[in-house]
């Protein structure tokens, strides 16, 4: 059974490094890292070596997704399930896990979400203190999918990696923990007629680091499209805003956490007005859409 520990690391496509550089920076308050060999961004938001990696493109959207595996036992049941799933697999080379901090990772397409996973140990002696700057963040908190096949894919990520899920609302999303984690959610599931980034979630320390953020974020100039408010699944206090070219990105506070054993089962709630948001606040028609399809491999290019 894999064991998964959270999602560890999101990788981004950017079309303007250094503005977006600043932006993560400046505005949502993570660390810069370094600068990888293909001149990627890397930065943190929390002890962990990196968080958030920024590349160049011509077009934004979800690179790649992470995930941090619970040790490095997990590998032979994942990689049992992935072939059996009839997925091909990329072992990443020793020297680009080095340069990562990484003891091991593998890499694979899954094409329901249309998206590139991650699945790694970090290196022993990778973490370090983190400082925060302009707010209080604790942790990078999930990713959520936009795909037309939503679905399958919540019984893929369900039966054959081994994540659980917490909450559905109605067919429009379903919150799925990676399973020991005991968070509400690492990823999300959302339907949509493209597969495209949703979200990416900075969980925060106090309530306050919300406000504040109200505030930073108006001042820099970046569109906030969603809240405050507070999700009912979650019970999450949110503020969702846009990343230079457009990207949903989200911090919240506060998460419903689940027992490893004997949790409650997961809860059905119907579409309504406010069953995304208890305090009713309107959400801007540019939230949850993403600013261009994901990064798919070449390999898969060439089969479409």
Same mark, same amino acid.
């Given at each position: 059974?894999? +064991?998964? *520990?959270? #999602? @560890?690391?999101?990788?981004? %496509?950017?079309? &303007?490094?250094? /503005?977006?550089?600043? $932006?993560?920076? =400046?505005?949502?308050?993570?660390?810069?890292?370094?600068?990888?060999?293909?001149?990627?961004?890397?930065?943190?938001?929390?002890?962990?070596?990196?968080?958030?990696?920024?590349?160049?493109?011509?077009?934004?959207?979800?690179?790649?997704?992470?995930?941090?595996?619970?040790?490095?036992?997990?590998?032979?049941?994942?990689?049992?399930?992935?072939?059996?799933?009839?997925?091909?697999?990329?072992?990443?080379?020793?020297?680009?896990?080095?340069?990562?901090?990484?003891?091991?990772?593998?890499?694979?397409?899954?094409?329901?979400?249309?998206?590139?996973?991650?699945?790694?140990?970090?290196?022993?002696?990778?973490?370090?203190?983190?400082?925060?700057?302009?707010? +209080?963040? *604790?942790? #990078? @908190?999930?990713?959520?999918? %936009?795909?037309? &096949?939503?679905? /399958?894919?919540?019984? $893929?990520?369900? =039966?054959?990696?081994?994540?659980?899920?917490?909450?559905?609302?109605?067919?429009?999303?379903?919150?799925?923990?990676?399973?020991?984690?005991?968070?509400?959610?690492?990823?999300?599931?959302?339907?949509?007629?493209?597969?495209?980034?949703?979200?990416?979630?900075?969980?925060?320390?106090?309530?306050?680091?919300?406000?504040?953020?109200?505030?930073?974020?108006?001042?820099?100039?970046?569109?906030?499209?969603?809240?405050?408010?507070?999700?009912?699944?979650?019970?999450?206090?949110?503020?969702?805003?846009?990343?230079?070219?457009?990207?949903?990105?989200?911090?919240?506070?506060?998460?419903?956490?689940?027992?490893?054993?004997?949790?409650?089962?997961?809860?059905?709630?119907?579409?309504?007005?406010?069953?995304?948001?208890?305090?009713?606040?309107?959400?801007?028609?540019?939230?949850?859409?993403?600013?261009?399809?994901?990064?798919?491999?070449?390999?898969?290019?060439?089969?479409?």
């Amino acid at each position: 059974m894999i +064991r998964h *520990q959270k #999602l @560890g690391r999101i990788e981004l %496509n950017v079309t &303007d490094l250094q /503005r977006s550089r600043r $932006f993560y920076e =400046d505005v949502v308050g993570l660390q810069y890292v370094d600068t990888g060999s293909e001149g990627e961004v890397r930065l943190r938001c929390d002890h962990d070596h990196h968080s958030l990696v920024l590349y160049p493109d011509q077009a934004a959207g979800l690179r790649c997704a992470g995930f941090m595996l619970e040790d490095t036992a997990q590998f032979a049941p994942l990689l049992e399930r992935l072939a059996a799933a009839g997925l091909t697999v990329e072992e990443v080379p020793p020297a680009t896990c080095s340069a990562r901090a990484q003891a091991r990772a593998i890499r694979v397409f899954e094409p329901l979400v249309g998206a590139m996973l991650e699945f790694y140990v970090p290196a022993k002696d990778s973490a370090r203190p983190f400082a925060p700057t302009v707010t +209080r963040i *604790q942790r #990078l @908190g999930h990713v959520v999918f %936009n795909t037309p &096949d939503a679905a /399958r894919a919540v019984a $893929f990520w369900r =039966d054959v990696l081994n994540f659980r899920e917490s909450d559905s609302v109605g067919d429009f999303i379903t919150f799925m923990r990676c399973w020991p984690n005991p968070y509400h959610h690492g990823i999300g599931i959302a339907k949509f007629d493209r597969r495209c980034l949703h979200h990416v979630n900075y969980m925060v320390t106090e309530i306050d680091d919300i406000g504040r953020a109200l505030t930073r974020l108006k001042a820099a100039g970046s569109d906030v499209v969603f809240g405050p408010g507070r999700h009912p699944a979650s019970d999450s206090v949110f503020l969702y805003f846009l990343d230079p070219d457009g990207l949903t990105m989200e911090y919240s506070f506060g998460m419903e956490a689940f027992p490893e054993t004997f949790p409650r089962a997961p809860r059905r709630i119907e579409p309504s007005p406010l069953s995304l948001d208890y305090w009713g606040s309107t959400r801007d028609p540019r939230c949850f859409t993403g600013a261009g399809a994901n990064a798919v491999p070449v390999t898969e290019e060439a089969r479409s």
